[in-house]
């Protein structure tokens, strides 16, 4: 019984550890995507354990004369692939302004949004960059004016630096 139990601790034991991460405390950059229109992003990432974090991005998007500016913030699950490569996926929620500059009168309006994200990301060893590849498919709850569905995809390509 002993030599099961310790068998079963060593196992967990590999498998925890062979998941570990080596997030950076901190990343910073841009993220480049498209929902509606090109939009650039600032984006932070705060690591909150070794295979978890918070992101938070604020953006600006414009399409067709309306005016983006979007908030927001995700919690992210991270899994190693290969040494650099990661693998994530989580989920989280914003707020989006909006101005509409066709309409007379200016129409503009604010709404809330569900957002989940997955992605691949890779960090390089001899530099304090890693880029990403991410789909963030988003839940609106309004629609009129700026949206005319409740629901969007966004693809985008992030470059970070990273720091502690």
Do not use: C
Not at 129 to 146: C, N
Not at 148 to 161: E, I, M, P
Request: hydrophobic share 40%; no cysteine; glycine share 10%.
């Amino acid at each position: 019984m002993k030599k099961n139990l310790l068998f079963v601790y060593l196992l967990f034991s590999i498998i925890i550890n062979s998941n570990a991460q080596n997030l950076s405390k901190n990343a910073l950059g841009l993220r480049l995507g498209n929902n509606d229109g090109f939009g650039a992003e600032i984006s932070y990432q705060r690591a909150l354990s070794s295979s978890n974090r918070a992101e938070i991005d604020l953006g600006w998007q414009n399409s067709n004369n309306v005016s983006v500016i979007k908030l927001t913030g995700l919690y992210q699950w991270i899994w190693q692939i290969d040494n650099g490569l990661n693998w994530y996926a989580g989920a989280g929620a914003g707020i989006i302004s909006w101005s509409n500059s066709n309409n007379i009168p200016k129409d503009s309006g604010v709404l809330f949004n569900a957002a989940g994200t997955i992605g691949l990301e890779y960090s390089f060893n001899d530099t304090p960059i890693h880029i990403s590849l991410d789909l963030r498919p988003e839940l609106y709850f309004a629609t009129g004016g700026y949206r005319n569905s409740n629901f969007g995809n966004q693809l985008a390509l992030g470059v970070r630096y990273k720091f502690d």
